[in-house]
């Protein structure tokens, strides 16, 4: 079973900074990516950032040049940087996995997602 915990959403000003933390646990569980998605109301789930094992990143652009997605491929961890956060930034964000799961003998690749956490930005 893999299971994606995280941490780090609330309540910020416009201008503010937040961290988001997603670790990643799961015995025989190999993860190729990790990132992260949001979802504002009556709006479609949307790329936020994204990195690959190798280190590489890509940002949604309405993120980039604001956002830093980093990761610490031993802890099974990616964390997420928000900076100059402006009021369409609210949403509830998701943490996602991409790898395979090996058990039982038997391997599967696939996706897996968080539960959310909610980042409200407000005056």
């Known amino acids: 079973q893999v299971q994606l915990v995280e941490s780090g959403g609330g309540l910020v000003q416009p201008g503010g900074s937040l961290r988001l933390s997603c670790a990643a646990s799961?015995?025989?569980?190999?993860?190729?990516?990790m990132g992260w998605y949001r979802q504002a109301p009556g709006k479609e789930r949307e790329l936020v950032a994204s990195?690959?094992?190798?280190?590489?990143?890509r940002y949604g652009d309405s993120v980039k040049g604001r956002f830093t997605i980093s990761r610490d491929n031993a802890k099974n961890t990616v964390y997420l940087q928000m900076n100059s956060l402006k009021p369409e930034d609210t949403a509830v964000y998701y943490c996602?996995?991409?790898?395979?799961?090996?058990?039982?003998?038997?391997?599967?690749?696939?996706?897996?997602w968080g539960q959310g956490t909610q980042v409200t930005v407000s005056s």
């Open positions: 996602n996995a991409v790898g395979t799961l090996v058990q039982y003998g038997h391997s599967r690749y696939g996706a897996y």
């Open positions: 799961g015995s025989g569980f190999s993860i190729d990516a």
């Open positions: 990195i690959i094992s190798g280190g590489r990143t």
